[in-house]
């Protein structure tokens, strides 16, 4: 099967799907190996925590705590956030988690560094008629949203442009619903009547909409035992897992089920608490999870890795945490939770917002002198530098046979120094196509961005757009984070 590589998405090598596997002896003839890989591996790389908090707790109405269920993304040039802010119980909102009262707040940002919470004046807070507050759950019940996610909608009518969801709780029924609500502006909000999904969901539940498949999806908390259950009552015994359901429409919801648990490599004391889901930003078939790792024996919380081709199947690629927990006395050991959503914050930046814990995961609850009281952080990395392909001394590879289209190659690439990588083009057969093979490759080196590959200073490649190729890598102490091919249809 030939794949079809498309104008302008990247490939980013978050697996070996398209890097030939070889064979150690060729059945063309000869024993010698044909288009064998060797030198090279995959890496992962964590992003760097800003020591500077960006949203801290100074209203009355997040006074208890800013939590890290929060989701940020860019919209006509202006990038929003979403957050859950808690505050103490009062007479007629007292039915949330832990009885404190949850509402979505909302602040915005031109940098993606300074938040400004605007007065907006659509929901009040005892005498304070100009809130940064958008969405307070389902009233008069007193039901808080709790665990929420929002996105812009590009396939919805304008009056359901923006949509959320969240997890409630019914106290005397002992069960959780997930729940949505549309908006045709992102402040003014309508919650959908009958629950979208019943089950116990907990945590922040994370929508998406998949422009590519043409469906909405949602990752939300799940437990070892809960897929038989109807009604999402409570099942706390069990392992905390990762479920998954689709819907065309975002009133009717497939079964969630579980995409993502712990494995058997994994200590027994170890949950998957929260998934952090969001597309591959650019990526032709790419998606990422910041899975946060909950260890019960020492109640700490950590952010993990997982990736997926299709959103359906996943696997983490290195065990241990992506970011671990800090030192004790330190300002993480408690640990880090990762909110939801990826920003550019500037050319070749991305930015995700996490939460970082110097108490453990219940410690608060029963130490009312301590003075943390949650917020948000920036945590940043280079654009596509979660994965990539190393090589510290020298490696080769060859991709599977592929189309494309286009008419230029470029790459995201960084080497050591004296380190270099070319690039060159075969047929299908892996034989060399005359004045773009390896040694016709101008080499590349250093900290590179989309630079275009040249062959003796030539980068037209439209002669072999719609064609079967393979590309053929040749590295040496480098890194090769994604590459694409660009030009005019």
Not at 231 to 246: F, L, M, S
Not at 316 to 323: E, H, M, N, Q, S
Not at 353 to 366: A, D, G, M, N, W
Not at 411 to 436: A, C, M, Q, V
Request: charged share 25%; hydrophobic share 30%.
């Amino acid at each position: 099967m030939i794949n079809k590589l498309l104008r302008g998405r990247k490939h980013v090598f978050i697996d070996w799907s398209l890097v030939e596997a070889g064979g150690g002896n060729s059945w063309f003839g000869n024993t010698d190996p044909w288009l064998m890989p060797y030198g090279v591996v995959l890496k992962t790389f964590a992003p760097t925590i800003h020591p500077e908090p960006i949203l801290l707790p100074k209203k009355p109405w997040e006074e208890y705590v800013i939590s890290s269920w929060a989701t940020v993304f860019e919209d006509e040039g202006k990038f929003k956030l979403y957050y859950e802010g808690y505050h103490s119980p009062d007479s007629l909102k007292s039915k949330d988690v832990q009885k404190h009262v949850s509402q979505v707040c909302y602040a915005e940002s031109e940098d993606g560094v300074n938040w400004v919470r605007p007065k907006l004046g659509i929901i009040p807070y005892q005498d304070d008629n100009e809130t940064n507050i958008v969405f307070d759950g389902i009233q008069p019940a007193g039901i808080g949203p709790h665990g929420p996610t929002v996105i812009k909608d590009p396939n919805g009518p304008d009056e359901e442009r923006y949509k959320m969801i969240f997890g409630t709780i019914n106290e005397e029924k002992r069960t959780r619903h997930l729940r949505g609500a549309t908006s045709p502006d992102g402040f003014h909000w309508t919650a959908i009547e009958e629950p979208l999904i019943y089950h116990a969901c907990d945590t922040q539940s994370v929508l998406a909409w998949d422009e590519d498949e043409g469906f909405y999806r949602i990752y939300t908390r799940g437990f070892r035992n809960q897929s038989e259950l109807t009604d999402g009552r409570h099942v706390w015994p069990e392992r905390r897992t990762i479920d998954h359901a689709r819907s065309r429409d975002f009133r009717v919801w497939d079964k969630p089920m579980p995409c993502l648990v712990t494995e058997p490599k994994d200590p027994p004391s170890w949950d998957l608490y929260s998934s952090s889901y969001t597309k591959w930003p650019g990526a032709q078939d790419a998606h990422l999870m910041f899975p946060n790792i909950f260890k019960r024996d020492t109640e700490q919380m950590e952010t993990s890795l997982a990736v997926s081709r299709d959103g359906n199947i996943w696997q983490r690629p290195i065990r241990d945490a992506l970011i671990p927990s800090g030192s004790p006395e330190s300002e993480t050991y408690g640990g880090n939770i990762t909110a939801q959503g990826l920003i550019q914050t500037k050319p070749g930046e991305w930015t995700q917002l996490i939460q970082t814990k110097p108490v453990s995961h219940i410690e608060r609850f029963y130490n009312k002198e301590t003075p943390w009281r949650g917020g948000l952080w920036r945590a940043t990395i280079r654009e596509d530098g979660y994965m990539a392909v190393e090589t510290e001394a020298r490696g080769e590879f060859w991709t599977v046979t592929f189309e494309f289209e286009g008419n230029e190659l470029t790459t995201n690439s960084w080497t050591h120094f004296g380190g270099w990588i070319r690039i060159g083009l075969t047929d299908e057969e892996g034989k060399p196509i005359e004045g773009y093979a390896l040694e016709d490759c101008d080499r590349i080196s250093g900290d590179t961005m989309w630079k275009s590959v040249s062959w003796q200073e030539k980068t037209d490649l439209s002669t072999f757009e719609g064609k079967p190729i393979r590309l053929h890598f040749e590295m040496v102490r480098a890194r090769i984070y994604a590459f694409r091919f660009e030009g005019p249809v």
